[in-house]
Nanobody
Framework: VQLQASGGGLVQAGGSLRLLCAAS????????MGWFRQAPGKEREFVAA????????YYADSVEGRFTISRDNAKNTVYLQMNSLKREDTAVYYC?????????????????WGQGTQVTVSS
């Protein structure tokens, strides 16, 4: 599967952005989809994940309650709605496709990555 993220930009603190990740390939609906981010000088970190059906989601503590991940399998697209943005949300955001690891929801392995989209939050 090939992934292409878009929707990044410059926004003031407190504002909102919606990122999109368009996937190619017929098997999109079988993948767990995730969003990650990497700020300058920092390691890439997990942001959110969504199950193949969209029925289960999982968030990093730092974005819980502010960000919402969703997907439209008919459009091969996954979204990340980001509200109440903070300066510390500034990063390059990446989408990824993978699978659940183990029986319990919350552990994943991501094998496919898209290019990043820059999100910059100004004060």
């Amino acid at each position: 599967v090939q992934l292409q993220a878009s929707g990044g930009g410059l926004v003031q603190a407190g504002g909102s952005l919606r990122l999109l990740c368009a996937a190619s390939g017929r098997t999109f609906s079988s993948y767990v989809m995730g969003w990650f981010r990497q700020a300058p000088g920092k390691e890439r970190e997990f942001v959110a994940a969504i199950s193949w059906s969209g029925g289960s989601t999982y968030y990093a503590d730092s974005v819980e309650g502010r960000f919402t991940i969703s997907r439209d399998n008919a459009k091969n697209t996954v979204y990340l709605q980001m509200n109440s943005l903070k300066r510390e949300d500034t990063a390059v955001y990446y989408c990824a496709a993978g699978s659940q690891v183990g029986a319990a929801w919350g552990q994943f392995e991501f094998n496919y990555w898209g290019q990043g989209t820059q999100v910059t939050v100004s004060s």
